[in-house]
């Protein structure tokens, strides 16, 4: 068999594949989420059973609904006195002049016997007027005469909701009704097969350019990542990412900053459109099949008024980089603009976050001279998607950190000119203040061998870092002034003093490395020695000077929730330092594992409310695909030769270290484990330590593995979104 078939072969299974899993989730979509109901209660009371006095008239039963709005059907609790009825069963909604508005049926062998059974009118919805009153009439067909049919009721009328048509002597009560006010339908099976279809044309899609065309890695990265990002931004609930309502209400107020509006009002609370205020909110989005209803409902209304006449309150995440924030505003203000509804508003904003992550992702692919494919695989990891198709501050992170990655990796293979020396000088200063903890990666800068940066290379090295260093004191100016606030003027200059220095140690014991290799453990053995006197040296001031609570103030400090109201400033940390290690201990021995399967993408939604897991399985998968991408060929230089290996990791475990610190500061100080990590704050992280990974020369490939591998990735991230649309369809 030639290769052209055997590719077709591959193609045809890769096909049925997809159709077999496409077809299992969509059953597992249907069996969860169809024919789900939402119900109000009309009347709760009941104690007695009513029989129809004639079966073919029935029962009657008025009621009035005092919100008014749409009704899909009713919920009754049926009486079928201990055995098995057989016939059929109708209702019938009536205005109050005896009208029929809706009506439904059932067979009588589905009841069961004193519980609720939801009837669901054959029209569609009925709109209700508020307070006015209807009538609801049940009656039946049986088929013997032993077959009666009767429902509970209570044996007082209810707010003048009176059922009539009983037996004789039967006391007038109130059935115990209940109004289906949503009802799900066929809607889920239905509407999967949107996101269900762009993730076939992403996995086939990917397989003809890879296979067929040989595209090369760019436009495979493009088309894939557009289709799995689409597809995850429809999936997530609306305000249902990570942090996704307080980045939301963000973006919202630079929004309105760009519009010429003001943000907030004089109570300081967050100002919107009439159309957002029910949505914008201070917690996590509503999750199910309902919440995808509403948003397919309302997703392509427009013409909603742009005036800000609503006010919330809603938390900001912080004041907010406009960095960080921009695609996300961008898109917020253009749909304003456009006066689409919430849903079509964030969505867009999603969108606009998303076509962004992908352009600089796409970039640092096509800058990388070597690791083309981890950085192909990285990119689509689906904690990576998600992040980019969510409103989250995080993709521009995760995005900055390939592109400083690539610049580094392609700076280090090639002469630098004066052009690309100011490129670097401005990633390091965009990727410093993105987010503190990452503020070591700036680092890689050093691995760069100083012949590439020609005269003055440590000179245009000091600049790099500077820059970065310089960016992240002004973002972080606010923060830095709270986590010191247990420091007077002169420690923190003695403080300052000390970072300064120890940049400056660090940097020169790098400069060495590269130099005189013999010395590369003795360097290393003296920064730890002088690290952990540093560290000693500060447990030592603080306990001398007595900071901290005093065991009255923490007494008093406990609130009702048990938690305390003290967390963890800097002076507290190097203050309780033996419990810090051991606090970082445990919580890393505890969820280790969890961690990297978020970081992934094994693992998506927000893990402190909810959460969707693809399982171990495929999280395995994923780490095995990251390996073969980060593999080198036998024959190929290192890409990290030397020191410059464990100096990537050294940095890794520094931003884990600076991460660790930064969820001490809102760590309650009587907790057992370290509160607030989460594994997608490791996500940036992936490339590097892959990469170092890649440089284990104990396995190297034989053949090229480029296409296969790039195609196991689609395919992942594929069965990644298709589990979590079972999962999420069924919360």
Known sequence: MNKTYKRWLAGAALALAVLAALAWTWYGVRQNADGRSRYEQINDEYSQVVDPADPAAGLVQAFFRESGGPAYGVRLLFSIHDRVAHGALHVELQDAAGRRLAGASCDMTALLDNTFHALIFEEGPVTLAAGETYRLRVWYEPATPEDVVGLWASETVVNGMTLTGGTAGTPAGTAALQLVSDYSGRFASRAFWAPGALLALAVLGGW??????????????????????????????????????????????????????????????????????????????ERGVFAYKRMADQLLVSGQDGALTAAGDVRAAGDGSRLLYAPMVLGMTLARLLGLSFYGMLWLARLSNLAVYLALAALALHLTPRAKTLFFCVGLLPMGLQVAACLSADMMVA??????????????????????????VLLAALLGPAKAIYLPLVGLCLAVPGSRFGAWCDLKKAAVLAAAALAWIVANSAYLDYQLRDFNTPLRLLLALVVLAGAGAVFWAVRLCARYPRLRLWLLGA???????????????????????????????????????????????????????????????????????????????????????????????????????????????????????????????????????????????NYEQIFGIQGRYFLPLVAPLALAAGEWRGVVRARDLTAGVRMAQIGLSAAVLLEAISQLAAL
């Open 208 to 285: 003809r350019l890879l296979f067929v065309k040989k595209a090369g890695a760019v436009p495979v990265f493009c088309v894939a990542g557009a289709l799995l990002g689409l597809v995850m931004s429809l999936i997530i609930p609306p305000l249902a990412g990570p942090d996704e309502y307080a980045h939301a209400a963000t973006a919202y107020a630079q929004a309105s900053e760009l519009l010429g509006q003001a943000p907030y009002d004089e109570a300081g609370r967050l100002r919107m459109r009439e159309c957002d205020a029910p949505y914008m909110t201070d917690k996590t989005g």
């Open 399 to 424: 995005a900055l950190v390939l592109l400083w990655l690539a610049w580094c990796l392609r700076c280090a293979d090639r002469p630098m000119r004066t052009a690309d020396w100011l490129v670097m």
């Open 527 to 669: 920064g730890a020695v002088l690290a952990l006197a540093v560290l000693a040296g500060g447990h030592i001031l603080f306990r001398f000077k007595g900071a901290g609570p005093s065991p009255e103030e923490m007494a008093a400090g406990i609130q009702p929730n048990g938690d305390s109201r003290y967390t963890y400033s800097v002076a507290m940390l190097l203050l309780y330092l033996p419990r810090v290690v051991k606090l970082t201990i445990a919580t890393f021995a505890a969820n280790l594992s969890a961690y990297w399967q978020q970081a992934l993408g094994a693992v998506l939604g927000e893990p402190i409310v909810y959460s969707v897991q693809a399982g171990w399985l495929t999280t395995l998968a994923m780490t095995g695909v990251l390996w073969l991408a980060a593999l080198p060929a036998a024959d190929t230089p290192r890409r990290l030769p030397g020191w410059r290996l464990w100096w990537t990791l050294g940095l890794c475990v520094g931003c884990t270290a600076l991460c660790v610190a930064a969820c001490l500061t809102w760590t309650p100080i």
